[in-house]
């Protein structure tokens, strides 16, 4: 977790607080973005492979999943003021995808898709310091998920 020790943590933190206030709004779009940007990865996930890109938005079972995974992703952001907790939740995290085919760069592409949508859609609050903390945070939680999968 070294990689994370010198991350702006209070950056990320109050830019996720922001997208986690909403995160019954936030979680679909991120995943419509994801989709959009990735519509190979859509069969990775059965519960939404056959949802036309159309309907993707208002579809039930994508607001469960998005929500679902975003609200992880908010857990691991809760914790990066405790490092050894949050390198327990990381190996755990890899561990449920080693069975799905998950790679680095399915990671990666993912950490891509959310800053842009940070950028998107928080606007001023997402300033260059939020920028650099968010790209560290994700390099890290990505090397970590890797090292452990």
Known sequence: MDVLKSVNVAAVQSTWAIV???????????????????????PMFPTIANVPAGEMLNNAALKTLSVNVLSKLSELIDGM????????????????HKNRGTTRTHFDNLAKVLLDFLAANLGAAFTPDAKQAWTATMQGINTVVEANA
């Open 20 to 42: 986690k206030a909403d995160l019954n709004t936030h979680a679909p779009k991120f995943y419509v973005a994801l989709l959009t940007a990735h519509p190979e990865y859509q």
């Open 81 to 96: 003021s405790n490092p050894d907790g949050l390198n327990a939740q990381l190996v755990e995290l890899a561990n449920q």
